[in-house]
């Protein structure tokens, strides 16, 4: 089946930091979508790509879809302690289809 | 815009009884639903697609008489486990998707503990 390779597991950043983590396929996908989850709580979308070398902002967050359609990163800049969170990239096929996980990023933020 | 809610947020209860999770779209309509669980540091485990109206199809290695799913609306699934055993402790999600649109919402997550 599909799989996501999501790296790094784990980073410990200084607060004010920029932080980068990607993404990689062994198969294409239409949709890349980035995800933050805080303990106790279901994932909250940040990011949907959906064109291949799409670069799209949403404040801090960047993230972009692979020319290859294979991959994505995301990048957080100016760290601050809220971010601390586990980041899930997720691809999808189409339309209403399963989408698929990384195993995570778990970010630790120390101020 | 975009919520999804899902009830209780935590349940415990004991071996051999059922427990029923509502999961709801609050401001959209759902056409899919998606049924995850997580276990603790781990990522989302796909257990089930639900399309309104019609059979929720199940992955493999999950039991589709234990882990009943309902789609009976485009707001509302539910996801009835069935003899709940104390391995069936977990934190499951939900996740709604309209059919128009290609992002997935999750809902907040319920806590089950078996005892």
């Known amino acids: 089946g599909q799989q996501l390779n999501q790296s790094p597991q784990s980073m410990f950043i200084q607060e004010g930091e920029d932080v980068s983590m990607n993404c990689t396929s062994s198969?294409?996908?239409?949709?890349w979508l980035w995800y933050k989850q805080d303990p106790g709580e279901g994932p909250v979308l940040l990011i949907a790509l959906y064109k291949a070398g799409e670069l799209t902002s949403n404040g801090r967050l960047t993230a972009q879809f692979g020319i290859t359609r294979k991959d994505s990163f995301l990048n957080i800049s100016a760290s601050i302690p809220s971010d601390v969170g586990i980041y899930f990239c997720a691809g999808q096929d189409s339309g209403n289809t399963p989408l698929v996980f990384g195993k995570g990023t778990r970010l630790s933020v120390i101020a | 815009g975009a919520v999804v809610s899902q009830h209780p947020s935590w349940v415990i209860c004991k071996s051999g009884t059922s427990v029923k999770i509502e999961c709801r779209s609050l401001d959209f309509q759902a056409t899919t639903m998606f049924w995850y669980r997580q276990f603790p540091k781990q990522s989302l485990m796909l257990m089930a697609t639900?399309?309104?109206?019609?059979?929720?199809?199940?992955e493999q290695g999950v039991e589709k008489d234990k882990f009943l799913i309902n789609h009976a609306s485009l707001t509302l699934s539910t996801l009835t486990v069935t003899s709940a055993h104390p391995e069936d402790s977990s934190f499951y999600i939900c996740?709604?998707?309209?059919?128009?649109?290609?992002?997935?919402?999750f809902g907040p997550g319920t806590r089950l503990t078996v005892t």
């Open positions: 198969s294409i996908f239409n949709t």
């Open positions: 639900s399309n309104e109206g019609s059979k929720a199809t199940y």
């Open positions: 996740s709604a998707q309209a059919g128009y649109l290609y992002e997935q919402y």
